[in-house]
């Protein structure tokens, strides 16, 4: 059973074309939730950590909420260098592992 | 950047042959983890290590071990690498535990053929 879905799979936007990213989880404890950036050929840098709903926390045109269910990665007015692939990642109160999902892959068009 | 080190960087093997990929990381940190990241997976959990010989296993450890005997390398051994076993293994640190974020190496790109 999958316990972080993200969606949607690929997103593609124009320059200046704003839109959200969605993570759903299902654990029985959150210990936290973690947001990710991938480019192609590298590993994933951290973007933000977030542990409790209604939490918010924000780094330049990116702003991450989460609530008990999901969690959103807004885009504000995207440029092209912010085309990456974007991971989420959730940890139990009850271990030391992280659960990541698939990821979505956002394409931001000049 | 945490100052992880992956080696090598890529690599083609044979099927049934050993394969041992080596994480480095110069901050002394407590926590090292190795992922494999294969298309429509995500990253999976292979086994981590929270010291010196001290190691457990993730999601799907079969067919790995891992050894840590220095604080600053985390090795993971492929026993008998299989066509299963191509992916691509990242290494991760945990800079102040098991609860904090995990800052990740570059990658190593295996290949079992």
């Known amino acids: 059973e999958d316990q972080v879905t993200q969606s949607p799979e690929a997103l593609r936007l124009q320059e200046g074309e704003s839109s959200s990213l969605n993570c759903s989880y299902t654990?029985?404890?959150?210990?936290?939730l973690f947001w990710y950036r991938q480019d192609p050929g590298k590993g994933p840098e951290f973007l933000f950590t977030l542990y409790s709903a209604g939490e918010e926390k924000e780094k330049e045109r990116l702003k991450a909420t989460l609530t008990k269910k999901e969690s959103f990665l807004h885009i504000t007015a995207p440029k092209p260098e912010d085309s990456a692939t974007y991971l989420c990642a959730v940890q139990e109160n009850t271990g030391n592992q992280f659960y990541f999902g698939t990821g979505t892959s956002l394409t931001v068009i000049p | 950047d945490a100052g992880i080190t992956q080696s090598p960087r890529h690599k083609v093997t044979e099927t049934g042959t050993p394969v041992t990929l080596r994480c480095h990381q110069t901050e002394n940190h407590r926590y090292m983890y190795w992922y494999r990241q294969d298309p429509g997976h995500g990253l999976r959990l292979i086994h981590y290590s929270y010291g010196v010989k001290d190691t457990d296993k993730g999601e799907v450890s079969d067919g790995y071990s891992v050894s840590r005997s220095k604080t600053e390398d985390f090795l993971l051994t492929l026993e008998s690498a299989t066509s299963s076993q191509t992916s691509v293994y990242f290494c991760?640190?945990?800079?102040?535990?098991?609860?904090?974020?995990?800052?990740f190496g570059q990658g190593t790109r295996l290949t079992v053929v």
């Open positions: 991760a640190i945990s800079v102040e535990g098991p609860d904090t974020e995990a800052f």
């Open positions: 654990v029985s404890g959150l210990r936290g």
